[in-house]
């Protein structure tokens, strides 16, 4: 089995903080080599998304969908295929629901290393990913 078969796409979770930084620069090197196409996905988490969802209108929106379209330009100008998404809601939940629903071969995630009271008895993103998919999840911790 050759690279281009493993990874054919990869779902990149980016939470528009500056430890997206971290998967990003390691998916660019990874797309390359297995000749991945990209998937971006962000999860508008604030009270406009959750409450009204795809119908939502904040400045959180706005900015979300601004941040997105300028990392899918940085891959693109990269030579590498993507395109964004933006979902509503619970980050776990919407990133497990769109695994489930469209498929990908890799989930890449950047994860913060917290280790707060509050991970033990929510779970962070990334292991409630991590447990709910099929596909391989890479974490990569942010510096």
């Not at 939470?15 to 090197?29: M, Q, V, Y």
């Not at 809601?89 to 917290?114: F, N, R």
Request: overall charge neutral; glycine content about 6%; charged content about 25%.
């Amino acid at each position: 089995m050759t690279t281009e078969t493993i990874y054919g796409t990869i779902l990149v979770t980016l939470d528009g903080t500056p430890s997206d930084r971290a998967i990003i620069e390691h998916i660019k090197r990874l797309a390359k080599l297995a000749n991945s196409r990209l998937v971006l996905l962000h999860v508008a988490d604030g009270w406009a998304a959750r409450t009204y969802g795809r119908d939502a209108v904040s400045r959180e929106i706005a900015e979300d969908t601004a941040y997105l379209e300028t990392v899918r330009a940085e891959f693109q100008s990269a030579g590498i295929p993507a395109e964004a998404e933006l979902a509503f809601g619970d980050p776990s939940k919407e990133i497990i629901k769109w695994v489930k629903q469209k498929g990908c071969d890799l989930v890449a995630m950047s994860t913060h290393g917290h280790r707060f009271l509050a991970d033990v008895f929510l779970g962070t993103t990334a292991s409630r990913v991590q447990h709910n998919v099929s596909a391989p999840v890479l974490l990569l911790r942010a510096k």
